[in-house]
């Protein structure tokens, strides 16, 4: 069965520490995608990336970095230098091919001036 | 701009009353899905279209909820005799045909059920 584990259900930091988001994930399927979105407090949901299971290659953009490592079955989300704008619930999810999104429960982010 | 509205954005509704949410998309889309989120969690599937047809229902779906999508454009989701347990957020998404396996959400219509 498909599962997404995000262990942390909030975090507070202050601005400009670095933060990590944790994300694991269960599935037989050899082919899948893992995403990462952002919801702040107005609600919608904001796309931020996707990674298919043959690209462990890591990711950075910007102040955003995505780390993931298919032995543990992890794909963790780091923000460097966080800001107060980053404040938001954000969601790790997972699709077998192209299809639904199984999501986690979410990781809310606080970010104190 | 995600190029998906929904309509309305809150709805409340009294217990027993019927509801209906429209999800429409700005430029041509291909698969469509329809999600639920509960407070202090993750957004749930609850059925997806590619084009008209409606490929997948998650047991969340009772007999109460209804989804159509006509033309292959627009989507409404309808509630039937709403229960209190209904109030949630419904969250439209879409697959751009230009960036497929990516999906891209609506601002969501809140509904509470008194």
């Known amino acids: 069965a498909q599962k997404v584990t995000q262990a942390q259900t909030e975090i507070s930091v202050v601005e400009k520490e670095d933060v990590t988001l944790d994300c694991v994930y269960e599935t037989r399927d050899t082919t899948y995608y893992l995403f990462w979105y952002k919801q702040p407090p107005s609600g919608e949901l904001v796309f931020l990336i996707r990674r298919n299971s043959f690209d462990e290659q890591n990711e950075i953009s910007g102040r955003y970095s995505w780390n993931f490592q298919k032995s543990t079955s992890s794909f963790n989300f780091t923000i460097t230098a966080s800001q107060v704008v980053d404040s938001a619930v954000y969601f790790c999810?997972?699709?077998?091919?192209?299809?639904?999104?199984?999501f986690g429960q979410g990781t809310e982010l606080s970010v104190k001036p | 701009d995600t190029g998906v509205s929904q309509n309305p954005r809150h709805k409340i509704t009294k217990r027993g009353q019927n509801v209906t949410f429209r999800c429409d998309p700005i430029s041509e889309h291909n698969r469509l899905y329809w999600y639920r989120q509960t407070l202090g969690q993750g957004p749930e599937f609850l059925t997806y279209f590619q084009n008209e047809a409606q490929l997948e229902k998650s047991r969340l779906l009772s007999d109460r909820f209804s989804a159509e999508r006509p033309k292959g454009s627009f989507s409404t989701l309808e509630i039937q005799r709403t229960e209190q347990g209904d109030s949630a957020m419904y969250l439209c998404a879409m697959e751009n045909v230009e960036v497929l396996d990516t999906q891209y959400f609506g601002p969501g219509t809140r509904l509470t059920v008194l």
């Open positions: 999810a997972l699709s077998e091919k192209r299809g639904k999104l199984i």
